[in-house]
C-alpha cells in the first residue's frame, strides 16, 4: 500500500516508516517540521535502504493538503501530526485546538475529496481521564472533562471521527489509544528526541543516564502502588508501530477503536532500576510532591486488539531503555547531535 504519515518524521511516525518500509509498502511524509527535521526521514532511509516521499507542509492549510494529495496517489493515512505537550497545552490551549482539531479536519475533507477512506489515528490512553479502574479497556468511559486541552483535543478528533464515519459508511477508521510509548528502534540510529525539557519520564531519565541533567524529579512517592510511585503500561514504539501495520491490516467499515500497551504495570522507580541496569550507571532521583493531574495506576487491557488485530507486544521494557540508551548515547543531543566521538556507550546486555 502506499500509506501518507501525517508526522511522519516525528517519534512514532519515523519508528512507524521502518515497519511500514520493512514489510514492502511505499511511505509518503506530510510534515511541517515544526517539532522534526529531515534528519529522522533521512536515517529511515538509511536504515531501510528505501526512499521515502517527503512533502514539508502545513496540515492546517487546506489548499497545501490537497497539493500533496493531488500530486500522490495515496491508499491509506496514519494520522500523527499534532501538539502532544500536556503542560504547554495547559499554558496555550487555543494553540492545541487550533491546530489538533483544524489539521484533522482539513485531513479529512482532503481525503473525502481525493476519495481515501481508510485511516489510523493516533489517539492516547489520556482520554480515560481518571480511569475508574484497572486494567483499562476500550470500554472504560471516555471522560469530556479531561484535566488537559492535548488530552481534550484527542477526545474531541474521537468525537469528529465517529461523526464522519456515520455520514459516510465507505470510510475505514481505526483509533489507536497509545499507552507511553517509550524506547528506539533497535538500530539506535532513531528515536525520541525532545525539543524542550522532557515532560515524559523515559526521555528524562535517557538524559539524566547521557549527563545533560543532574537527577530526575519523581513526581509522588506516596500513591497506593507497590513502591508507591506512579505505575504506568510502557510500550516499546517498534511494538506500537507494529500495532499501526496491524490496524491497517484489518481496517473495515465504520470506527474501531483499539488500546495500544503491554498489558503490564511498571513503577517510576522500576523505570529508573532497568534503566540504571541496562546502562551500567547509578541515575540520581529525588522523590518530590505528586504532579497535578497524575492518576496513581494505569495500563492497558488489550485483549481486544489481540483478539481483532492478532496483535500483541513481544518486548520488554528492559528492551526498551536497552534501545534508548543505544540511542540517547549514540546521539547525546538528538538528532542534532555531530557522531559521538566515542561511537556508541557501553550497552549492558
Ligand atoms: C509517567 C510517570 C509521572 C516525568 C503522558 C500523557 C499521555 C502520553 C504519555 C502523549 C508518571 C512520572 C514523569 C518525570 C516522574 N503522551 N514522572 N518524573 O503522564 O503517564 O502520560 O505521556 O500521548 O497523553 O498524558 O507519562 O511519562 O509524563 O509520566 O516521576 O520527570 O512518570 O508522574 O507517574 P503520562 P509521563
Not at 509498502?25 to 506530510?30: A, F, K, P, Q, S
Not at 543532574?214 to 510502557?234: A, K
Not at 521494557?317 to 548515547?329: I, M, N, V, Y
Request: charged share 20%.
Amino acid at each position: 500500500m502506499r500509506v501518507l504519515l501525517t508526522g511522519g518524521a516525528g517519534f512514532i511516525g519515523s519508528h512507524t516508516a521502518v515497519a511500514l518500509l520493512e514489510r514492502g509498502h511505499e511511505v509518503i511524509v506530510l510534515d511541517d517540521f515544526s517539532n522534526s527535521s529531515r534528519e529522522p526521514i533521512r536515517r529511515v532511509e538509511e536504515l531501510c535502504g528505501k526512499q521515502v516521499t517527503l512533502h514539508i507542509a502545513d496540515l492546517t492549510n487546506a489548499a497545501s493538503t490537497q497539493k500533496v494529495f493531488a500530486s500522490e496517489s495515496i491508499d491509506a493515512v496514519i494520522h500523527f501530526a499534532g501538539l502532544k505537550s500536556v503542560g504547554e497545552s495547559v499554558r496555550d490551549p487555543l494553540l492545541y485546538y487550533r491546530t489538533n482539531l483544524m489539521s484533522t479536519m482539513v485531513l479529512l475533507e482532503t481525503m473525502a475529496l481525493a476519495k481515501v477512506k481508510k485511516l489510523v489515528f493516533s489517539s492516547s490512553a489520556t482520554v480515560y481521564g481518571v480511569a475508574k479502574d484497572v486494567p483499562v479497556s476500550e470500554s472504560s468511559e471516555v471522560s469530556y472533562r479531561l484535566s488537559n486541552p492535548y488530552g481534550q483535543t484527542k477526545a474531541m478528533i474521537e468525537q469528529i471521527i465517529r461523526d464522519a464515519v456515520v455520514a459516510d459508511s465507505a470510510l475505514q477508521i481505526a483509533v489507536l489509544r497509545y499507552f507511553n510509548p517509550v524506547g528506539a528502534h533497535t538500530s539506535g540510529r532513531i528515536g525520541e528526541d525532545p525539543k524542550q525539557t522532557p515532560n515524559n519520564l523515559l526521555p528524562f531519565v535517557s538524559q539524566v543516564a547521557v549527563g545533560l541533567r543532574d537527577f530526575v524529579s519523581v513526581f509522588g512517592g506516596g500513591y497506593d502502588t507497590p513502591d508507591g510511585t506512579g505505575v504506568r503500561d510502557y510500550i516499546h514504539v517498534m511494538d506500537l508501530a507494529e500495532g499501526h501495520l496491524a490496524a491497517l491490516a484489518h481496517l473495515k467499515s465504520g470506527v474501531s477503536t483499539y488500546n495500544l500497551g503491554s498489558g503490564i504495570g511498571s513503577s517510576v522507580l522500576d523505570v529508573i532500576n532497568t534503566f540504571s541496569r541496562v546502562a551500567n550507571r547509578a541515575i540520581p532521583y529525588e522523590v518530590v510532591a505528586a504532579r497535578e493531574g497524575d492518576v496513581s495506576c494505569s495500563y492497558a487491557d488489550v485483549t481486544k486488539a489481540t483478539r481483532e488485530l492478532g496483535w500483541s507486544t513481544h518486548r520488554t521494557l528492559e528492551d526498551a531503555c536497552r534501545d534508548a540508551w543505544r540511542w540517547q548515547s549514540g546521539n547525546p543531543h538528538g538528532y542534532a547531535s555531530q557522531a559521538s566521538p566515542r561511537g556508541v556507550l557501553a550497552v549492558s546486555s
